[in-house]
């Protein structure tokens, strides 16, 4: 290994200097030690800070909540207070008795002097009176703001000013009434605190709304007051968001942080910054300002990073650790981050906030930042000093080596002087003192040489002309294939008069050396040369050299010569020219093959007669054999006769008893063997037969031994004067035949009576019978009858190709045959299922029935499940596959792509800031963005076994199958820029004028050991990495992406 990684060096750098190679390894030591020391102090302070910050803001956190639970509390004890007390009245006084409002304005101002947390307590009662008691400052004395309304009479607003030291509760000093105002009536029972506490049976807080009277945001605790589950009134007491802003300021955290709350749907409630949590524009309401959308740069970065993490900001249950990073308090090493910490903020009452504290690193880096210094100075210093010691040690090693390298440059140039340098260094000493000895022995060596090498000259001329003397072609090549010597006969051969610089796989060309017998040059690694070269003694003479325009045919002899180590290092080829040899060759072999085919083409010829005769004889031995055994076999009674009736011999089987069969036949006449009307029958057919030269049928019955037999005579005439009678008894046949036809009629009427259509057909499409029927007859002609018929004559081509392809599949399988047809007519289609019943060898039978009715039933079943398969697997507003269709394709894609090997992509996206979309444009605004974002995605993606499916709310997820990875971006970079080109408005959007989508990629190819559910997992990866580079773009998942978001 450690030699390989030497080559690897040397090829890398080349050549270097001497100072370079001691040198270069010193320093890049010394700065890998000296950067090392750095980077582990530095990462040792990060770590530091880390946990620093960790504690720091743990410890901010729970004191902010802490103060921030006594600060509410306030409003619902003096809630409980009044509730307490007004109960109390209502218990002692009658029910009827309406309550005074006018009494519980001095305890109302008590509490509103005594504490500052309330902006306001007041009171409203359900018969529509209302009393209300605000804060007021003024600097030496205190004023409150009284509102109080009766049902249906104007608000009187008054001002209430007591004298006296600020919070004398006690102060006897009767307060001093000032009118401010009188309001329009209006119902305090339309406010929000009495619609929510008249809703409710235990305290609570009412949600936030625009404040009465004042350009502020509030929002209550409120109890409603009940007797016997009558309600009475409800009690409320209103802080207003500034109120909290103010509290928050006050807290006692870092220099340049901050502590903001807002609510789970984004909306800020307040902040220590002092910021308005609200808008207030001329001539509009009070309305609320989201937290993203702040004026303070931090608060904004820290609500989009974390919307980044947590997308919905409802499902955010635990405590969000995290840093940021953020132009905001100065530009020092650590200035541009932050540690945020965001946890749930919940109370009894109903409250559900989110608290964010955010910390600047400056606040500890002080002391990491002065040991960052020191290290890098000293670090430095310690590099400096450890180059300029390397330098010099340098310097001091190569002064004698460089001498020894001028030493060696003058003797490879033929100087004998030499000049080595002296050295302290021993090892360079002994190198001078061996680099003098070699000089010499160089010397001596060089002189040997130059006189054995002149000897060699001489013995070189002698074996040239021993070479030249013999009458063959000598070439000897070297080890590359090039040819270094060629004797006067190789040269005549080849028709050349010097020795070409080629190599050996282009000689065949240049010499033009063919494959005897044709125009293909010889193959270069079948060149004997070639061969030899590689270790193979050969011999060819497969070889013709082209020589003008005469073709020579040659033979060659190759050799390969080795050295000591056993190394070819010459290969010598022999070649002559054995053209007049080659040709002599071919004329006897000529010969030889035409004597060769006339022998064998007369021997054939003489096999051929002699197996003719053979076969002749056996056939005509064969044939009086079979005849013999047919007319022993032969059931019937066979006479010869002669034309007058007398019987010359006979052949009987005994089953025929109508002729008493005696040897002594022979010669007598019919008229004494037969009865009388059976012989005048036998001599009229006889007659016949001869007169007309035609085979005479005749059945007729015959009463033997008091049994009626059947039976059949044929009588066939053999010459003028002889006939031959065959007679048969067919009593059996006779019985079997009327036994069938009563069944054929028994089946007929079975037959009729079943719906389908029956016929019988013979292999050669002959039609052997046919029941027509009920169902098929307004398909058919009232003349139909097939019988007997070739159905080609009937039927069109294509229906009868059907029928018959059937029968031979069924007679040959003798197997029932099912198939349906469609045929068209009378202007609407008929659908017919035929069966196919083999009955025989040759014939079969074929039932048609009538599946209209039947398919129209399947058809419309079919139809149907389709429509809800395709609705089970549709997204409903935007028509595309929905997310359980998208995992039912997704596994069959990767188990067909892991049989076939090959990758599969998937690209998860979702529309950038779609929540601002539906609250800025409508949730209807909203589909029809989901809507045309589909319809462009299935523009972009042109595959066939491409899917894109809806995955959740506004998240999309496309399935590409066989796509590699830089496809799959390809295809995610041209869905970005579709929608671009939409240009659909979102004035809400942080990253454009426009909507756009976010993209993650993934690609794998399936194995055995993954599962497609990590597609998933790596898109959402590198979608989740999409929207924290800014969103508007598609990341390709890497393991660096994955480690990117899970650190």
Known sequence: MLKSLERSLRKAIGTVPIQTVLVLPFILQVIGIVGLVAYLSYRSGQRSIEELAFELTEEVSER????????????????????????????????NTPLQLDRYIPPFLRQIQTFKTPNSVGLTLADGRYLSVEQGISSQTEAYTLTRCDALAPCQVYRYQLSGE?????????PNLELLQMLTPYNAKQLPPYRVGSQVDQPSWTPIYPAQGIAESAFSAVAPIRVDNQLIGVLESEITLSQISTFLSRLEIARAGQVFIMERSGDLVATSTLEAPFLKLPGEPVRRLQADASTNPLTRAVVETLQQRQTELDHMHYVEYFELTHDHVDTGLFAKRYFVEVFPYKDQYGLDWLVVVVLPATEFVGELRENVRQTFIWSGLALLGAIAIGVYTTRWIARPILGLRDSANRLARGESTIDIPSTPILEVRQLAFSFREMANQLQLSLEELQALNQDLTQERTQIEHFLNAIPVGIAIHQPNGKITYFNRQAMELLGVDHISDIPIEKMAASYQIYVAGGNELYPAERLPAFRALNGECCFVEDMEILRGNLRITVEMRATPIYSEVNVVTHAIVAFQDITQRKDAEKVLTDYNQELTAEVEKRTQSLQLEVRERLQIEGALRQRESTLGAILTAIPDLLLRMTADGRYIEFISSGEVRTVS??????GHHLTEVLPP???????????????TNEIQIDEYQVEINGEVRCEESRIIKISKDEVLVMVRDISDRKRTEAALKQSETQNLAILRAIPDLMFRLRRDGICLGYVRTSTLTDLLPPDFNPVGKDLLDVLPAEILERELSAMHRALETQQLQVYEQENFVGGRFQYEEVRVIPSGDDEALFLVRDISDRRRVERELRLANLRLEQLAQTDSLTGVANRRHFEDRLQQAWDSLLIEQHPLSLLLFDVDFFKRYNDTYGHQTGDECLIRLTEVAQQVIRQPADLIARYGGEEFIIILPYADMQEAAQVAERLCDAVRQLKIPHNASGVSEYVTISVGVSSVIPSPSLTSDLLIRQADDALYTAKQQGRDRSVVFDYQTRRNRYN
């Open 166 to 174: 600020r919070g004398d509760a006690s102060s006897s000093a009767e």
């Open 661 to 666: 069969l005696t040897p002594d036949l022979t």
């Open 64 to 95: 902010v909540s802490d103060r921030l639970n006594s600060f509410l509390e306030t409003p619902h004890q003096l809630i409980a207070l009044n509730r307490r007390s007004i109960e109390a009245e209502l218990l002692a006084t009658d029910s």
């Open 677 to 691: 009307d059976l012989a005048e029958r036998r001599r009229r057919g006889i007659q016949q037969a001869i007169a």
